[in-house]
């Protein structure tokens, strides 16, 4: 058979592009190594699992899955619009926030226009818009940190998205609200800025940005948020995002029309009504990050102060040892050289037992 052909006609912008590679599955791991026991450190998950009442929600309509799901969610955007103070017009459902993002990059980026990112950032920024056969601006972390400065310095008039992941993934780290407001007020009215909240629900700093306020005065505002994380769905997919109606209405037209699914509307509806699952959870991970920093620091290993609920740590130079070592022991944590970090780990924050035995191991792999 001959080869290469498609690899021709899809061009290079394709071509270049890393596939993004998720954490490995627990099951996966099990079978390789012969394990009974996996825990899954990688996906930045909540170690509690979603609420109660979304689960029951689920097998009370499990037999009405034969059903479309409702096109528009509008139970859904309902309830969110309520708890949020704002019109369900204002927002759109995704399968999974990353969806939006793409949708974003598909209707906002044509060949040659430029999207701005941080350098690492969540990957998908990086991949939706090299779909679109955008030019990435990559803007390096200072300290860490998403530098706004050089990111408002990087704009140009091709420029037409700017991805800004708070608290980014994989540092944890935040941009403050006073940053966020002098740069949205620097920014050219034709430029959309997308805020991707993804771990909004864990941040503890008091200065983290009032985007949702933002975006009622900046028509080229969105802000992303998940059900993925803190509300513990990751598995069934789905996010939101929140912006001026005309933003709405443009992602709409691209939006496929039954994208987020039956089951993942229900439990989301019910995860609204259990903040008690959050407020649990989002302890749980302000507990545990002083447990993990304490032992962190007896290890005398550099880490990143964090937002959300994953820890990026650096192991040195034998990082893919400790992975591959942590992972014979049943615990599947992420190595970050797709980002570009390839002496760190980030490991997601998990119970009180799982953290115990992932500074056990991680000791035990590098005193010897
Ligand atoms: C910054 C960031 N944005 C978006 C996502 C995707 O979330 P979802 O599961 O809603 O697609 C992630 C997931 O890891 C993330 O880290």
Known sequence: MKECIFSKLVGSQIMRIRPYRPGRPLEEVKREFGLKKVIKLASNENPLGPSAKAIQAIRDCVSQIYFYPDGSGRELKEALAQKLSLDSQNIILGNGSDEIVSMIAQVFLRRGDNAIMATPSFLMYEIDANLSQARIMS?????????????????????????????????????????VDRFVSRLPEN????????????VEAEDFPQTLDLARNHPNIIVLRTFSKIYGLAGLRIGYGVAGKEIIDILNRVR????VNFLAQVA??????????????RQLIREEKKFLYSH??????????????????????????????????GIIVRGMRAYDLPQFIRVSIGTREQNKEFIGELQAILSS
């Open 139 to 179: 803007v390096p972390l200072k300290d860490f940190k998403i530098d706004l400065e050089r990111m408002i310095r990087a704009v140009t008039p091709k420029t037409r998205v700017v991805f800004i992941a708070n608290p980014n993934n994989p540092t944890g780290t935040i941009v403050k609200g006073e940053e």
């Open 191 to 202: 430029v959309l800025v997308v805020f991707d909240e993804a771990y909004y629900e864990y």
């Open 256 to 259: 496929s029309p039954f994208n």
């Open 268 to 281: 989301a509806i019910a995860s609204l009504t259990d903040q008690e699952q959050v407020r649990r959870s």
């Open 296 to 329: 962190l620091r007896k290890l005398e290993l550099f880490f990143v102060p964090t937002e959300a609920n994953f820890i990026l740590i650096e192991v040195g130079k034998k990082t893919k040892e400790v992975e591959y070592r942590l992972l014979e022991k």
